[in-house]
């Protein structure tokens, strides 16, 4: 037995590995990416990433059909692209016990949208696991795979990105538990989908929710605590802690199983304390159900908790009417400091670029949705994984270019053109669509965290033990010049990201071809994987005209004269600047 | 020990994921229970981040609410005045007299503020150019070991267990930089 400081995510890992685990599977994605990160370093069991969370969950799938323990990871987002496999392996089952990693992101830290996963686990009728803080989620993580086997079942393992992020102590055995792979066994009367063996599943999966929620009502993973019985309160996950802390006298049913509710639990619950109510974050999920079992549910005293967004002591404090601690007020003047690209980015000057050229942008999942803010604001839409390619032929259907009298663009990094990018650009050329498409290759998945991809052929082992794992990929990479002539396209380009004029005369050329589908590949790494460093420039003769300032890089600023300075801490020398200076002072 | 919530504030890339590693491992080894939140992903690309560490006898919520910081440690002057509504009436804020300039302001779309040391010196912040003495002892990169170090003389936790939390923590070959960067905070700290 040993204690340790570990995440969420790096729990889960140690758990998973602990259980017998022998794959790890998923697709990188804010909060859920170090799980695999973690696991990969352990042995004697396999992790890589898939192209996209479909193909994740597929292949966990296969591997518990032939007979191992799995493990896939995703976030949020990443569970609606592999919704397809999940709304019918939920009635196949398992062989090897098969644990779904799914991470939420309330408050939109670093997603698109805010959505509560549990729903589909609710849809799907699959088990699903809640943990609090790390010990929890090492125990529940555990408990997973043999709950899958026990019932035939996916369990769904619901994290929020408080619990992936948040470090807390975790005393943990060590050790592996060597499970035995278990031997195929061919049934088609569980495993093949079609309508005569789907309706008998369908059937086997609602007479294992009646098992699964006798489970539920005596599991010590849901747990009555009472308190003062006046105030009682259900919930789960991270928002457990934020009770505890805002209301501690209180009551609480905490569940650590969110799907199936345990109907019998809950009302023995609400019958042993005055006030019954539902505290949950972004989310109705809990507070619908409870009441669709007749449970009367009360309101808090001052005022309704916030329906979007995380939650926090304060929050739930303010809508109990609990004293709060005088605070300063929020400094409402200063200057913002959102993200941005980095110093040296090779996405930088397509973005200024095709703000010149007043280009209308669909843009995509990656560092650079950050096209969007200023000094750029040139992307002009961001939906979801491949909607780049997809909707710029949608917008070429509605003849916007031609109505604008402004060119649109598609714009997508390497890792969102193989997750989802290719089957687009494939509906594009099917039907002879003619516009343009920027595939933005940096050689890497940059926003998660510089991760291997199928574009670049770096191994998510070769990622967490090499120092270049790009010099000498132990996957295959694909050619994406090769690949798109492949797919029909003809008029296509590769392009140096970081020389100003050829991306100018690469996106002129490639917007007023208007005859034919046109692809432009600017292919530079990213600055984080490389670390190759020029000398950093000197700035001579300034004539304060402002045009290097316009690019947007965090590393040169104007000082109290209008001038440029060069800040030496963040510049790495990249000379993107001196190629911006109409007056060739910055060399 | 009630809860104590000290915060880490900075600019992506400053160090402050690592201060709250050495924060987290002091106070572990001294017996407390703790829990440490940090933000990753798209935040972390250039912008404002922050890690909140708390530690005490049993840690509830991972978050720090406004009003609740005993101590906020800025890596950067702007970032303290942009953390100040979370410190406790009897909080105290310790700042790397450093500014990083936002790109909001380089490309003119807001301002400076003119009043920077005036208000943190209202919110009663001790000033330290941690920067300045990580470089004038030779290790020009520990500038968040200073900071580090500054913090340590305002909590109940043992020199030692800072040191040994040090020791662990960092790549074996800047142990002793970090560990002089780390003593340099503590008497910037006490000046």
Same mark, same amino acid.
Request: hydrophobic residues 40%; charged residues 20%; proline residues 5%.
């Given at each position: 037995?040993a204690v340790q400081l570990l995440s969420?995510?790096?729990?889960?890992?140690?758990?998973?590995?602990?259980?017998?685990?022998?794959?790890?599977?998923?697709?990188?994605?804010?909060?859920?990416?170090?799980?695999?990160?973690?696991?990969?370093?352990?042995?004697?069991?396999?992790?890589?990433?898939?192209?996209?969370?479909?193909?994740?969950?597929?292949?966990?799938?296969?591997?518990?059909?032939?007979?191992?323990?799995?493990?896939?990871?995703?976030?949020?987002?990443?569970?609606?692209?592999?919704?397809?496999?999940?709304?019918?392996?939920?009635?196949?089952?398992?062989?090897?016990?098969?644990?779904?990693?799914?991470?939420?992101?309330?408050?939109?830290?670093?997603?698109?949208?805010?959505?509560?996963?549990?729903?589909?686990?609710?849809?799907?009728?699959?088990?699903?696991?809640?943990?609090?803080?790390s010990a929890?989620?090492?125990?529940?993580?555990?408990?997973?795979?043999?709950?899958?086997?026990?019932?035939?079942?996916?369990?769904?393992?619901?994290?929020?990105?408080?619990?992936?992020?948040?470090k807390s102590l975790v005393e943990?055995?060590?050790?592996?538990?060597?499970?035995?792979?278990?031997?195929?066994?061919?049934?088609?009367?569980?495993?093949?989908?079609?309508?005569?063996?789907?309706?008998?599943?369908?059937?086997?999966?609602?007479?294992?929710?009646?098992?699964?929620?006798?489970?539920?009502?005596?599991?010590?993973?849901?747990?009555?605590?009472?308190?003062?019985?006046?105030?009682?309160?259900?919930?789960?996950?991270?928002?457990?802690?934020?009770?505890?802390?805002?209301?501690?006298?209180?009551?609480?049913?905490?569940?650590?199983?969110?799907?199936?509710?345990?109907?019998?639990?809950?009302?023995?619950?609400?019958?042993?304390?005055?006030?019954?109510?539902?505290?949950?974050?972004?989310?109705?999920?809990?507070?619908?159900?409870?009441?669709?079992?007749?449970?009367?549910?009360?309101?808090?005293?001052?005022?309704?908790?916030?329906?979007?967004?995380?939650?926090?002591?304060?929050?739930?404090?303010?809508?109990?009417?609990?004293?709060?601690?005088?605070?300063?007020?929020?400094?409402?003047?200063?200057?913002?400091?959102?993200?941005?690209?980095?110093?040296?980015?090779?996405?930088?000057?397509?973005?200024?670029?095709?703000?010149?050229?007043?280009?209308?942008?669909?843009?995509?999942?990656?560092?650079?949705?950050?096209?969007?803010?200023?000094?750029?604001?040139?992307?002009?839409?961001?939906?979801?994984?491949?909607?780049?390619?997809?909707?710029?032929?949608?917008?070429?259907?509605?003849?916007?270019?031609?109505?604008?009298?402004?060119?649109?663009?598609?714009?997508?990094?390497?890792?969102?053109?193989?997750?989802?990018?290719?089957?687009?650009?494939?509906?594009?050329?099917?039907?002879?669509?003619?516009?343009?498409?920027?595939?933005?290759?940096?050689?890497?998945?940059?926003?998660?965290?510089?991760?291997?991809?199928?574009?670049?052929?770096?191994?998510?082992?070769?990622?967490?033990?090499?120092?270049?794992?790009?010099?000498?990929?132990?996957?295959?990479?694909?050619?994406?010049?090769?690949?798109?002539?492949?797919?029909?396209?003809?008029?296509?380009?590769?392009?140096?990201?970081?020389?100003?004029?050829?991306?100018?005369?690469?996106?002129?050329?490639?917007?007023?071809?208007?005859?034919?589908?046109?692809?432009?590949?600017?292919?530079?790494?990213?600055?984080?994987?490389? /670390? *190759?460093?020029?000398?950093?420039?000197?700035? @001579?003769? #300034?004539?304060? %005209?402002? $045009?290097?300032?316009?690019? !947007? +890089?965090?590393?040169?600023?104007?000082?109290?004269?209008? /001038? *440029?300075?060069?800040?030496?801490?963040?510049? @790495?020398? #990249?000379?993107? %600047?001196? $190629?911006?200076?109409?007056? !060739? +002072?910055?060399? | 020990m009630?809860?104590q919530?000290i915060?880490?504030?900075?600019?992506?890339?400053?160090?402050?994921?690592?201060?709250g590693k050495l924060l987290a491992h002091a106070a572990t080894s001294s017996g407390y229970d703790v829990k440490v939140?940090?933000?990753?992903?798209?935040?972390?690309?250039?912008?404002?981040?922050?890690?909140?560490v708390r530690f005490g006898d049993?840690v509830?919520?991972?978050?720090?609410?406004?009003?609740?910081?005993?101590?906020?440690?800025?890596?950067?002057?702007?970032?303290?005045?942009?953390?100040?509504?979370?410190?406790?009436?009897?909080?105290?804020?310790?700042?790397?007299?450093?500014?990083?300039?936002?790109?909001?302001?380089?490309?003119?779309?807001?301002?400076?503020?003119?009043?920077?040391?005036?208000?943190?010196?209202?919110?009663?912040?001790?000033?330290?150019?941690?920067?300045?003495?990580?470089?004038?002892?030779?290790?020009?990169?520990?500038?968040?070991?200073?900071?580090?170090?500054?913090?340590?003389?305002?909590l109940?936790i043992s020199?030692e267990a800072w040191?040994e939390a040090i020791?662990e923590q960092?790549?074996?070959?800047?142990?002793?930089?970090?560990?002089?960067?780390?003593?340099?905070?503590?008497?910037?700290?006490?000046?």
């Amino acid at each position: 037995m040993a204690v340790q400081l570990l995440s969420g995510n790096e729990a889960i890992a140690q758990a998973a590995w602990e259980a017998g685990c022998a794959l790890g599977v998923g697709y990188p994605g804010t909060p859920s990416t170090e799980t695999l990160e973690n696991l990969v370093l352990k042995e004697d069991c396999h992790c890589e990433w898939s192209p996209n969370e479909k193909v994740a969950l597929e292949v966990g799938i296969g591997a518990s059909l032939g007979g191992l323990r799995s493990l896939v990871t995703m976030k949020h987002v990443g569970l609606n692209v592999a919704a397809d496999p999940l709304m019918s392996v939920c009635n196949a089952g398992v062989n090897g016990g098969l644990v779904i990693l799914a991470a939420d992101d309330p408050s939109c830290h670093s997603s698109q949208n805010e959505q509560d996963s549990r729903v589909y686990a609710d849809f799907a009728r699959i088990l699903c696991l809640d943990p609090s803080d790390s010990a929890e989620a090492y125990e529940y993580t555990r408990e997973a795979f043999d709950l899958s086997e026990r019932f035939d079942v996916p369990v769904m393992l619901h994290e929020t990105m408080r619990i992936a992020h948040t470090k807390s102590l975790v005393e943990l055995t060590g050790e592996r538990t060597e499970v035995e792979p278990k031997d195929y066994v061919e049934d088609i009367s569980k495993w093949v989908m079609m309508p005569a063996i789907a309706v008998q599943r369908r059937a086997a999966a609602d007479k294992r929710t009646q098992e699964l929620i006798a489970y539920a009502e005596t599991s010590p993973l849901n747990r009555i605590e009472m308190r003062d019985s006046s105030l009682g309160i259900i919930c789960a996950g991270a928002v457990y802690e934020h009770v505890r802390e805002a209301l501690p006298e209180a009551s609480t049913l905490k569940l650590g199983i969110t799907w199936p509710l345990a109907p019998e639990l809950l009302k023995s619950f609400a019958s042993q304390v005055d006030r019954c109510i539902v505290v949950e974050e972004a989310s109705d999920y809990l507070s619908l159900r409870v009441k669709a079992y007749g449970i009367q549910l009360d309101s808090p005293d001052v005022s309704p908790l916030p329906i979007a967004g995380e939650l926090s002591p304060a929050r739930i404090r303010t809508a109990f009417g609990k004293e709060m601690p005088e605070s300063i007020d929020v400094a409402t003047d200063l200057p913002p400091r959102p993200p941005a690209l980095c110093p040296g980015c090779p996405h930088r000057f397509v973005f200024t670029e095709l703000k010149r050229m007043k280009a209308i942008v669909m843009g995509d999942i990656g560092c650079y949705t950050l096209g969007a803010v200023a000094p750029f604001r040139a992307v002009h839409s961001t939906i979801d994984m491949g909607a780049s390619v997809s909707m710029a032929h949608g917008m070429e259907l509605a003849r916007a270019s031609e109505r604008a009298s402004r060119p649109v663009v598609a714009v997508i990094g390497d890792s969102t053109f193989a997750h989802s990018g290719i089957t687009s650009l494939l509906g594009t050329i099917y039907n002879a669509g003619t516009g343009t498409v920027l595939i933005l290759d940096n050689r890497t998945t940059a926003m998660t965290g510089t991760q291997g991809n199928p574009v670049n052929g770096v191994t998510l082992s070769q990622q967490m033990t090499q120092k270049n794992p790009l010099d000498h990929p132990e996957g295959k990479a694909v050619d994406l010049i090769a690949l798109c002539q492949a797919m029909g396209v003809e008029d296509l380009r590769e392009v140096d990201a970081q020389n100003m004029k050829a991306v100018r005369t690469a996106l002129s050329e490639a917007t007023k071809n208007t005859s034919q589908l046109s692809v432009v590949i600017f292919k530079s790494p990213c600055q984080l994987i490389d /670390r *190759a460093r020029g000398p950093i420039p000197e700035i @001579v003769d #300034c004539r304060a %005209c402002g $045009q290097c300032i316009q690019i !947007g +890089c965090p590393a040169i600023y104007k000082d109290e004269t209008g /001038r *440029a300075v060069i800040d030496s801490s963040q510049c @790495v020398g #990249c000379g993107q %600047c001196a $190629q911006t200076c109409p007056f !060739g +002072c910055i060399s | 020990m009630n809860t104590q919530t000290i915060l880490l504030v900075g600019v992506g890339g400053q160090g402050t994921i690592l201060a709250g590693k050495l924060l987290a491992h002091a106070a572990t080894s001294s017996g407390y229970d703790v829990k440490v939140s940090e933000i990753h992903g798209m935040s972390q690309r250039g912008g404002s981040v922050n890690t909140t560490v708390r530690f005490g006898d049993d840690v509830k919520s991972m978050v720090a609410d406004p009003g609740y910081a005993d101590v906020i440690v800025a890596f950067e002057a702007i970032e303290a005045l942009r953390a100040q509504h979370l410190l406790a009436p009897h909080g105290r804020m310790i700042v790397n007299d450093e500014r990083i300039v936002p790109v909001s302001v380089s490309i003119g779309i807001a301002d400076m503020p003119t009043d920077i040391h005036d208000r943190l010196e209202d919110l009663g912040a001790v000033l330290i150019d941690a920067g300045q003495v990580a470089r004038d002892i030779g290790s020009p990169r520990s500038t968040n070991v200073v900071l580090v170090g500054a913090l340590s003389r305002t909590l109940e936790i043992s020199e030692e267990a800072w040191q040994e939390a040090i020791r662990e923590q960092v790549p074996a070959h800047t142990i002793d930089a970090n560990l002089k960067a780390f003593e340099s905070g503590r008497q910037a700290m006490g000046l």
